[in-house]
């Protein structure tokens, strides 16, 4: 699956479905595709790079009364998935033809078509990884980068088209002092800037700084405590 033509490769999908659904049949077609680099760092060094390339539509045939969905895993490439579209359309009427008519069905006639792509200047996985490498140069560091575009359409059979396209990336990590002392900084978004992550990495040494202080055993008793919103976001998500 090549991320540069996934929106026409649901598009190309969309026809062959209104070709083939008979007289009396509406289908509706959800895809669901990524293509997202992920990078495992630990101890300062790639530990394990890897791509995850996947795409799936979600076939609803209608026909009166009676309706059945059908997910499939697919290439992204209608040479390829021809077949396999096909059979589920078989398989889909085979399904209808024994089931009895749902009074709670609903679906929507009006065309309501949208198109989003939101374009980023994300640099490819191997140039941030490499950026954060070397601004972490001396530093224990572990951590994951993910990123890449994410993908999602509709198509149905009364001609609606919606599609949304976006960019993002995700980068975690965490800089150890020794033991369980550590400082730990995420950066995502859709648009990567050198001067925030500079910002982040320079902030996260700051911190690592003071955890090399030496410790101090408290009492038992009542203290303030301040707590980064990075680890009031860990304690509100367990």
């Known amino acids: 699956m090549k991320p540069a033509n996934v929106e026409e490769y649901f598009n190309e999908v969309a026809a062959l479905l209104d070709r083939s659904v008979a007289a009396g049949e509406i289908y509706t077609c959800r895809l669901d595709a990524e293509v997202s680099d992920f990078v495992r760092l630990n101890r300062g060094k790639v530990r394990q790079p890897g791509t995850v390339a996947q795409c799936y539509l979600r076939l609803h045939l ?10 499939l895993t697919v290439a992204g490439d209608l040479v390829q998935d021809r077949a396999a579209i096909a059979a589920a359309l078989t398989t889909l009427r085979t399904t209808i033809a024994a089931l009895p008519d749902d009074p709670h069905l609903s679906f929507a006639i009006d065309i309501r078509p949208s198109r989003v792509v939101r374009s980023s200047s994300l640099p490819a996985g191997e140039e941030i990884v490499e950026t954060m490498l070397d601004a972490a140069d001396g530093l224990d560091l572990v951590g994951i980068y993910a990123g890449g575009p994410v993908y999602r359409g509709f ?4 001609g609606q088209r919606n599609w949304h396209e976006v960019r993002s990336f995700n980068l975690q990590w965490s800089v150890y002092h020794h033991a369980d002392k550590a400082v730990k900084t995420v950066y995502g978004g859709f648009d990567w800037a050198l001067e925030t992550f500079a910002a982040k990495m320079a902030g996260a040494r700051e911190r690592l700084a003071l955890l090399a202080r030496p410790s101090r055993s408290l009492k038992p008793g009542r203290y303030r405590a301040y707590l980064t919103p990075t680890a009031m976001e860990e304690i509100a998500g367990m």
């Open 62 to 71: 209608i026909a009166g009364g009676r309706h059945a969905e059908q997910c």
């Open 155 to 158: 198509a149905n059979s009364f």
